[in-house]
């Protein structure tokens, strides 16, 4: 008989083919976590069955049962195959961009930016169908659970990836292009009370560096990096590096796929001083 979960399955694509073997040698390698390597990977079809199972055991709590969870997520991933080509896009960001990911398995069970992306994706579709106070739920958890706090109502693309994460927040009016990267503490936020669009917009492909605050309703043109620590009030062109507090343009149109080399140093001239 199916699982009533089993809704859709995405059996031979190569990502889900990937954790899954990763996940069977490292369950004969730490028999210890064989049981949970199997509940949250190998007894599942598809990346979406895996998600749903995954992410509901990580939001249960007393008040909001995991199946109750568990079948408002799957609803969403069999209406909408895009959920799942981000979440595998997300993954091949991770295993691309951090050196210290060995893999897939890593990620998927362990890197809090990643489970809280996932989370995020559904958020979101709640609340674009007008299921606000349940979007704010999930919200809510992984803000308790992870210390990132992603208003449901944001945008945000595919191939996003938030190294180590804790401390990131971003606003309800930001939008987040494709294949983004940033570090902890960042945050994409307003510069004041007032309502209405308010929030950054981040081109494709930028690098927002650790601690770096993008604020108000500006725009990171594509490929640009943000150096840690920044806070940036002004629009920041593409391929551009901006530093500092509050920050300046350097080395501008010399930025080519920071976000992919995750390179958060400075050309020398940046140093160029006496202690």
């Known amino acids: 008989m199916a699982n009533k979960f089993d ?21 004969k390698a730490e028999p210890a976590l064989a049981s949970m390597l199997h509940s949250t990977i190998l007894s599942h079809d598809g990346l979406n069955c895996a998600l749903s199972f995954h992410i509901a055991r990580k939001l249960n709590d007393a008040g909001f049962g ?14 909408d195959t895009a959920l799942i080509e981000a979440a595998e896009r997300d993954l091949q960001a991770v295993y691309e961009r951090d050196p210290a990911a060995k893999g897939y398995l890593q990620a998927f069970m362990f890197f809090k930016g990643f489970i809280s992306i996932q989370i995020y994706r559904i958020a979101n579709r709640l609340w674009r169908d007008g299921r606000f106070t349940m979007a704010h739920h999930f919200q809510s958890r992984v803000s308790e659970l992870f210390q990132i706090d992603i208003h449901p109502a944001a945008t945000m693309g595919k191939g996003i990836f938030m190294d180590h994460g804790t401390g990131i927040v971003i606003g309800e009016t930001a939008v987040v292009g494709d294949d983004v990267s940033m570090l902890h503490g960042v945050t994409l936020g307003g510069t004041g009370a007032h309502t ?5 917009k981040i081109g494709n492909g930028v690098l927002l560096g650790a601690g770096a605050k993008v604020l108000g309703n500006i725009k990171i043109g594509d490929h640009a990096k943000i150096a840690a620590g920044s806070v940036v009030l002004k629009p920041v062109p593409e ?27 400075l050309s020398d001239v940046v140093y160029d001083y006496v202690i």
């Open 7 to 27: 809704v859709i399955t995405r059996h031979d694509t190569p990502i889900w083919h990937t954790l899954r073997t990763e996940a069977l040698e490292a369950a």
């Open 66 to 79: 995991e199946m109750t969870l568990r079948e408002i997520i799957d609803d969403y991933y069999a209406k």
């Open 196 to 200: 209405g669009d308010r929030h950054p």
């Open 239 to 265: 391929h551009c590096t901006a530093a500092g507090v509050p920050a300046k343009l350097i080395n501008c149109k010399t930025c080519s796929d920071p976000a992919r080399s995750m390179d958060q140093t």
